[in-house]
């Protein structure tokens, strides 16, 4: 018998850190997967965030350097600019992201840097214990949000991608999710898709995935999958937002 | 022949780093460095392969920074007063991670919105640690527009060599004067190979990671006992200037533009039949105890003056160990002192 | 014909691969692993087509498929 | 030698340039120079100075408390600096703007219409020149062939002509002495 | 009678700054004292009128606190160590615009992201002035949980008495650990009124500003020279708890949670027939000098003891003016002393 | 005869400290007069931002905050909150607004803080001497774009109003300019609407005034009003983005 | 019948009123103020309509207009 | 009397729990005390440890090197902690989840099937009150009423049904002794 599924060698042996049934491994294995299938690990830096995918420098097998938080646009810029043959992607939560970065990651893709964005999204702040995040669902109970987001004094959830696609720059951005085989199919294709416009110097990129944190939503793995698609999916449409170059 | 030029201190702080091989500068507009970051995009932006960014702020381009200094490249960033508050956590990032870079601090009045004139307020920002955490700048100040250039030269070699930020420490007057300032062969080749520790392609090696921090305390203290024993190590690069110290009446403690103007105070004091000694330290940080501790004995008198409330002369009295009586003169706000003024201290003490 | 090999120690037991199998032939063992998690195991392996719907959704990276 | 000089007047009325046309001649004969400039945020009808140091030795401070020159291109300016020159220094006012007379009688003083004749030479913006001739020749800080030195590589993006006026005005201020 | 309730330290500076008054709170999550701002999300979202904001960053929240200052709220934020560094700039604007408010650091293993674990490596940022310009913040080091309650409490009050900001300088230790707690009666009606300075409506009154600057640098030298005199003042605040200072073999200074481990070492050390005196800085701003002063005559040796490669100690040598010998002790990136190795430092100076 | 167009209440004596031409003045005495209109300027708190207008507490006649550099959004939040009453205004630049404070209007308009930005695009950095501004156009020379804004690295022009139109937050945004009379009565009548929406409790609400620096254009007033609206405008149409509560 | 009146110590001289006057009867003095920029003055105040264009347009708010 | 205390065990086995019971329980009886945790990144499957003093006098150092009980929920807890125990005191273990033996024999060791007690009890989450009722029994570091009274406070807004399994549990525990 072949194998026709294992683990991607830009995947190290570390068994990840993260809870059970959390997604970031999966998007771990697909950011590696698409390393592997362009051949490009070698060339490769990672900026990894404040987050809890601050260890991911034990998990990726590429060069990596951990960020301040929210900051990873900005160290990814300083990075491509001086390397601009490498391919340089950063990973960052929502908390990293759309809250205490939200001016790197605006004017990162504003400059349209070569960098690839892989945003994991899971409406909360996972490493800190289960705070609010600019994403947070309305109604959502967090720790900073004990009765609930409340959009009065606390806004909307904000949506990462149309806000930037708004941008006069060039860019890839989509958004997806991985509680089923077929969306993670179109999440695969999205991330490889996004690595493919940083070869072709195409500018920006950025791929939003929808994730779990069963930790902090007090849901179980598969409660929390049927959370994300009735609840996160309406609000944050799944799809691609942007593609010009 | 070197040819002098008559330069702007903040020009000449960017002519001297794109001399010394700096070809990557991130920065954002302040006064009274503007000049500093208007120069850098003139002339990177013509360098085919070098980087200029203006980026969204402070706190970016400390991170650009960052990653700039961890893929090898010799780096720069500069700014004033406020604009490097913003920078301490990005600082501290650095620092933590060993990496090399320059920051150019040309300081203006303070706290707050401040001034835009002329100060020294942030010596205590620059030389123990604005940010959180142990750990430590190299911090030079020179006095000179020629200083500047040179000292930034020698800013990123010292910071190469020891892995540590480095920063020039001036103020808004030395930024905006012009003097006359040469440019000395500079090899580019001498600058150490980052091969064996930048990020990039790792054809050939292991992955590597620069990861600034460490969640065991144990592992994370060998990280600060390592940075420890390279302060240590670093104390031999103390520098000082030593001025008339044959037999002083009083000696002055300086740095900066401050010390060249105690020095037209020394030249009018000769008049009145006072004679001033001088020591000027170029390295704030490590700072120059031991030449201060030799010196001090030499008079009855020590008179720190700083542009400040004062703050480097806590480090001078700690190099004093008790052993002599120190008084000091500030102005702030963006005043500069003149000699006169300095003149008339002295006389004061001397009394 | 296929199989899957679940790699018991990596697995955290999250259940998301019993989830997606199209003929639930993963179920969750009733010992635990090394990290006290009762760890998937396959049943019925003739019924496997190795569609890898498991291995795809494991966050773990704990399965492997052989077809 | 030591010549410490305060260049003042309304932003705009190039100010700055004449104080580095000094510095520089001063560089270019081999002396020690600094210029240093007042600096504010960037706002129109402000008042601008520039101090300018020309010396047989390592400047030290940049910074004056007495010059031993002062150019008074407005009566701000005059107001301002008068009392700080020197005994026996030199005052250099222009007259064009500045109606009243200075006060001090230890000093030197030459008035010298600098508007006035930049107007006749058709640019008012040479206005700057016509003084800094006009100090050249009375304190001979500096020598003039080396301030038409420094003129032409300040100006160097500029045209002949340019230059030339400016050199025209430069005579004409030195005149008055 | 007053309750006595089992709290975490993180909460029991949340609950002081409500009994105290404090309405108004903006904070960024950052681990270890990610508690309090859940705490304060809790109470104040239930509370009329009060506001609990999470901010999107740490700057944003400073910048939020100074304009809630501005207004003549009581307000307060807290992080940790990176996230301080990054409110620099803001706090060096709330003093010089000499606004009233509470900030809280619970510190981590610095530098960088470092641990997470308990360390006291920010003790320059916050006594020196982490930001730019002259000036001071007023520091409270609390040992206990009941200490971070009622320090809590104090720093409201000194903050509003100065209209300078207060900062308390906890560790990760003390936030997340629980001891007994008590609240006593607050009278809120002693808070002093903003009423002649604050932001609000401007009826019957000229329009007020509130400018953190000054372009003219005589101006601006005023508004330093108004701060220089605050601190004078506040010096009468310092505060020192003196413990076994009879006839003690050796003394050590230390603070916060430090200085209740060598209490434990105290007891140890009887046991050794060693007396190890106690000095414990409560205010590390205004530094109790005075006090260090009058004690460290009293032993040939003094040990001064820190989570941090050595920073308090300065503040130590430059009290005891070369009068004492002074020897460090430090730990750090998160790594907690203990009792033991306090008492094997002391044993060996004692040799 | 009767006085029919006078200096507004809400402006004190001192003459404005702004270049010939600046547009900053007419901004002022239109933002003075919407205060007098309303008849708020005795409950109105504003906050100053650091750039050319950092000295308007010298000019507004109602209690005035300087904030840090792009922080207004963030003070203004504190103001408001401890005093919902009053108004809260905020004046900034476009390097303020739109690069350094990115992060802090993003947020302040997402969370809908019953605030009111005046957003000044004068493309350019003025007070620190002409550098470029995130709205700096295409091939636009600046102090720190010397061959012209380069969109290759630094970006395109960022137009904020249609960025922040995204957020699904209550918010009043429109765009003006004043270059002729009849758009500085549209432009009156915006900044208006923004004072009572604000009134009104209805949210965020920001009106971005296209701006001239002759200065650091290096134009005269009047070439720089011919050249915004011939390059700025159909760059940053006019108009009203939002009007949702 | 209107007027206006231009405080020629507040006119910074640039000219922007002159370029919105429809009747074109706002020119700029030849003399110098205070500040030493040349003032705008209303030339024909007959032709003027008080439509106000000039001082809505002045950045100096120096103009007021009666009618 | 001074009672120091370390319990360890996985993360979720309700550690920090057993801690905060004998704390409170301690406070009630009007005794000084202290609790402090391990903490870090809240990833599951990681161990947790709280240290908590019971004190008739003032608690200095909250930092315990010997500690004079060790509760061991799990095998890796013993590993770390035992040869810390101070001579003579106590060891309480998990039996259901150690298979080795206690090695020092100094100290005196109480093992009690926790989880398998818990499990009878219908419920595996009470393990923790098994064992901290055999040491509350051992140790009578504070009284068992007193326990039951901190239990009802901590989990006040629980179910009396879940309360009265607790109080059960507990009983259990204290039976080994
Ligand atoms: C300057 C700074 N502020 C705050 C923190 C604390 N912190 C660490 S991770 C984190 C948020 C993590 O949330 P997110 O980015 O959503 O990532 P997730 O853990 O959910 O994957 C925070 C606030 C920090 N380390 N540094
Ligand atoms: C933290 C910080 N960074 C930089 C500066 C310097 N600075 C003052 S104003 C300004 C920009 C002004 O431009 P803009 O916001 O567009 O306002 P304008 O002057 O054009 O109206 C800058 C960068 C500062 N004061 N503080
Ligand atoms: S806390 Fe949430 S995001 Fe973090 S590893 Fe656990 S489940 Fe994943
Ligand atoms: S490969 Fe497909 S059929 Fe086989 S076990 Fe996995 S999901 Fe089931
Ligand atoms: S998905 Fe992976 S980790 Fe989850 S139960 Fe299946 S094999 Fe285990
Ligand atoms: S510099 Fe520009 S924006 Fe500033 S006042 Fe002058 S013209 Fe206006
Ligand atoms: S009011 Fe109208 S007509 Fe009269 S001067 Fe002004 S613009 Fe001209
Ligand atoms: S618009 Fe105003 S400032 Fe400009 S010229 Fe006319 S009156 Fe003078
Ligand atoms: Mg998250
Ligand atoms: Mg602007």
Redesign the pocket.
């Known amino acids: 018998m072949k194998k026709v599924f294992e683990k991607p060698k830009s995947l190290t042996d570390v068994p990840f850190t993260y809870c059970p049934g959390c997604h970031?491994g999966i998007i771990h294995r697909l950011v590696a997967e698409a390393l592997d299938d362009l051949g490009i690990a070698k060339d490769t830096i990672g900026v990894a965030?404040?987050?809890?995918?601050?260890l991911a420098y034990l998990f990726f097998d590429c060069d990596i350097i951990v960020a301040?938080?929210?900051r990873a646009p900005a160290t990814a810029t300083g990075l491509k600019r001086v390397k601009p043959d490498n391919i340089v992607f950063t990973y960052?939560?929502?908390?990293?992201?759309a809250?205490?970065g939200t001016a790197e990651i605006v004017h990162a893709a504003n400059r349209s840097e070569k960098i690839t964005v892989i945003f994991?999204?899971?409406a909360?702040?996972?490493?800190?214990g289960g705070?609010m995040?600019p994403?947070t669902l309305e109604g959502q109970i967090t720790q900073t949000s004990p009765y609930g987001r409340d959009p009065k004094t606390m806004g909307m959830p904000i949506r990462v991608c149309e806000l930037l696609s708004t941008l006069n720059s060039p860019g890839y951005i989509a958004r997806v999710a991985l509680t089923k085989p077929a969306y993670i199919v179109k999440a695969k294709k999205a991330i490889k898709k996004a690595f493919q416009f940083q070869i072709d110097g195409k500018g920006f990129s950025l791929v939003e995935v929808l994730?779990t944190?069963p930790t902090?939503w007090g849901l179980s793995p598969k409660e929390s999958n049927e959370w994300l698609e009735q609840k996160m999916i309406p609000y944050y449409p799944l799809g691609e937002f942007k593609e010009v170059f | 022949m070197v040819d002098r030029l008559l330069m702007r201190g903040n020009e000449a702080i960017g002519e001297a780093a794109i001399h010394a091989g700096c070809r990557y500068y991130f920065g954002y507009p302040i006064t009274p460095q503007s000049e500093l970051i208007a120069y850098m995009a003139k002339r990177l932006l013509k360098i085919e392969g070098a980087t200029f960014v203006q980026s969204e702020s402070e706190l970016a381009a400390i991170n650009m920074v960052y990653g700039a200094a961890a893929a090898g490249g010799r780096v720069m960033t500069s700014s004033s007063s406020p604009g490097i508050s913003l920078k301490q956590?990005g600082i501290s990032y650095i620092t933590c991670a060993e990496l090399p870079c320059v920051i150019v601090n040309i300081m203006r009045g303070g706290p707050g919105l401040g001034s835009i004139q002329p100060a020294q307020g942030d010596y205590f920002q620059a030389t123990k640690g604005g940010g959180h955490g142990d750990y430590h700048l190299i911090v030079l100040a020179p006095s000179t527009v020629q200083e500047l250039a040179d000292l930034t030269i020698k800013a990123f070699d010292l910071s190469d060599k020891y892995r540590n930020p480095a920063m020039i420490l001036g103020d808004g007057l030395l930024g905006q004067m012009m003097e006359p300032v040469e440019f000395k062969e500079y090899d580019i080749n001498s600058i150490p190979s980052k091969e064996s520790w930048a990020l990039g392609s790792s054809h050939g090696r292991e992955a590597r990671t620069i990861v600034p921090f460490n969640l065991d305390a144990g592992e994370m203290e060998k990280i600060n006992n390592r940075l420890k024993q390279k302060y240590i190590d670093m104390q031999k690069e103390a520098e000082c200037e030593v001025v008339n110290m044959d037999n002083p009446d009083i000696i002055v403690v300086a740095y900066g533009i401050v010390a060249r103007i105690v020095k037209t105070a020394i030249q009018k004091a000769k008049k009145d039949g006072i004679n001033i000694g001088l020591l000027r330290p170029i390295t704030l940080y490590p700072f120059p105890s031991a030449v201060i501790r030799e010196n001090v004995h030499k008079a009855k008198k020590i008179l720190v003056t700083e542009m400040s409330m004062g703050q480097m002369v806590e480090d001078v009295e700690l190099a004093a160990c008790g052993k002599a009586e120190i008084s000091f003169y500030g102005r702030t706000g963006g005043v500069v002192i003149s000699p006169v003024e300095i003149l008339e201290e002295v006389k004061k003490l001397l009394k | 014909m296929a199989k899957v090999i679940i790699d018991r120690e990596r697995c955290k037991g999250c259940e998301l691969c019993t989830l997606v199998c199209p003929h639930k032939i993963i179920v969750m063992s009733k010992l635990f692993n090394q990290k006290s998690y009762h760890p998937a195991e396959q049943i019925d392996p003739e019924k496997c087509t190795g569609c890898a719907f498991c291995a795809m959704t494991c966050p773990e990276v704990a399965i492997e498929v052989y077809k | 030698m030591l010549d410490e000089i305060i260049i003042a007047g309304f932003g705009g009325q190039g100010i700055l340039l004449i104080g580095r046309l000094i510095a520089q001649a001063g560089m270019l004969e081999g002396k020690q120079v600094s210029w240093m400039p007042s600096y504010g945020p960037e706002m129109r009808g402000g008042t601008a100075n520039c101090t300018v140091i020309v010396s047989s030795e390592e400047v030290a401070s940049p910074v004056v408390s007495n010059p031993s020159s002062l150019i008074a291109m407005n009566q701000p300016s005059l107001d301002k600096f008068e009392s700080l020159v020197e005994k026996d220094g030199i005052i250099i006012v222009n007259k064009s703007l500045i109606s009243r007379n200075v006060k001090r009688d230890d000093v030197e003083v030459v008035e010298v219409p600098a508007n006035d004749i930049a107007n006749e030479l058709g640019n008012l913006r040479v206005a700057n020149m016509v003084i800094l001739g006009s100090y050249i020749a009375k304190s001979k800080s500096v020598k003039m062939e080396n301030v038409f030195r420094a003129l032409e590589e300040a100006l160097y993006r500029q045209s002949e002509k340019m230059i030339k006026l400016n050199k025209e005005a430069l005579e004409r201020g030195a005149m008055f002495c």
């Open positions: 970031h965030p404040v987050g809890c995918a601050v301040a938080h929210g960052q939560g929502d908390g990293d992201l809250s205490i994991v999204n899971n909360v702040y996972g490493m800190t705070q995040a994403t994730s944190c902090n | 956590e």
